[in-house]
């Protein structure tokens, strides 16, 4: 069932990657596992924000190959926003079971999410056991870097195009939605169709390669942890119950009225990956004592 769900996504992504710039589809690999890998040229990022590169340099395979990343720890580059800027993942541990936190979904609006997702990194780095022998854990502080690079607050919230990233799943996807009780602080689209945005389809890339069982994707604020699926999908629903057992974010979640559409959690529940969207308390806090408890019960948590 995994492995046909696994190539049901990869036959998913490759399809999708046929009409991506160059760069994009590539594969990743650690820097860092191999003292002597085989260097392949890695494709150009588009020019226009090449100095929003940093020194740091990632291993690429031949384009639309997807490979999960081979033994070790340490930075990957999964892809590249619209304006050229790296999507990084760290990765922990080595298990053979995938779990996965991303946060900067919205950019500059939740840049606290991002200072939470390097809080993680660090605390995992000074205690490497916490993550258990079966597992490998990635972390993804910014999916939306040129969103944060931008503006802090409601103006870095899109991507470089104007998308909302957490609209433009292939999950119930609508290219523009009703406003009411939701977010409506600056203009923003679904994208032009579902997965029409770079860090939408790395992520995709990425989750499909490694087989991701499990995510949370932070948000903020204040509305409290959402289940994956809509309905709720059952294991996405015991996932929040866990997580919420251990925190005091609202659980149900508040209820604003707002229709979501093209959702990262609901399309990972749709794919059978256990998915919630957690809300920091505000939109300045990091919440790290109650978020320290809760990546240990999401690490110690069964499907
Ligand atoms: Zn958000």
Sequence with gaps: MASHLRSTLLAFVLGLSLGLPTGSAAAYEPETADPHPVRVEPPAPPAASAEALPAGEELRTEQGEVQ?????????????????????VVRFGEGSHSRLIVAGI???????????AHELIAYLQAHPDSVPERLTLYILPELNPDG??????PQGRANARGVDLNRNWPAAWQ??????????LGPTTGGERPASEPETMSLIQFVSATGVEALI????A???????????????????????????YPFPPIDTGCV?????????????IAAVDIELHNHRDT??????????AFLAWKP
Excluded: K
Aim: glycine share 12%.
């Design 68 to 88: 999960p990343p081979t033994s070790g720890s340490g930075t990957l580059v999964i892809g590249y926003s619209v304006e050229g800027r790296p999507i990084e």
């Design 106 to 116: 919205h950019g500059g609006s939740e840049a606290n999410t991002t200072a939470l």
């Design 148 to 153: 944060a690079a931008r503006a802090s607050g």
């Design 175 to 184: 290219p523009a939605w009703s406003r009411s009780g939701c977010w409506n």
């Design 217 to 220: 994707n932070y948000h903020s």
């Design 222 to 248: 204040a509305l409290g942890i959402f289940a994956g699926g809509q309905p709720p999908e059952a294991s996405s629903l015991h996932l929040a119950e866990t997580l919420a057992a251990v925190s005091t």
């Design 260 to 272: 979501f559409t093209g959702q990262l959690i609901d399309w990972a529940a749709n794919n059978g």
């Design 287 to 296: 919440d790290l004592e109650e978020n320290l408890a809760i990546l240990s």
